[in-house]
């Protein structure tokens, strides 16, 4: 069983930065890490996955070169960096986990509650 609790989203203007936190329970180093968002009236997306180690990393089109992926197992903690954030950004971010990084993608094993992003024009 893994837990996953978000952090770090908040208000912020066009243009600016937020990084977002998953700190994990249990072994999260066994699992592949992914975050997803939703936003008012639409479906939740996929925005970024990355694998048990860090080697290999996935992105949506829509966050390609404005959002990073990480992840320290040491610290059981993944994150995402979102740089030159656009109203479109805002939505509910989610962590969740999974066995690969496609998987994770696909049909995620674990999920957090969420933490809202909104960003202001």
């Known amino acids: 069983q893994v837990q996953l609790v978000e952090s770090g989203g908040g208000l912020v203007q066009a243009g600016g930065s937020l990084r977002l936190s998953c700190a994990a329970s249990?072994?999260?180093?066994?699992?592949?890490m992914g975050w997803f968002r939703q936003a008012p009236g639409k479906e939740r997306e996929s925005v970024a996955a990355i694998s048990r180690f860090g080697g290999s990393t996935y992105y949506a089109d829509s966050v390609k070169g404005r959002f990073t992926i990480s992840r320290d197992n040491a610290k059981n903690t993944v994150y995402l960096q979102m740089n030159s954030l656009e109203p479109e950004d805002t939505a509910v971010y989610y962590c969740?986990?999974?066995?690969?990084?496609?998987?994770?993608?696909?049909?995620?094993?674990?999920w957090g509650q969420g933490t809202p992003v909104t960003v202001s024009s």
């Open positions: 249990g072994r999260t180093f066994s699992y592949a």
């Open positions: 969740a986990a999974g066995s690969t990084t496609t998987s994770v993608i696909q049909t995620p094993m674990y």
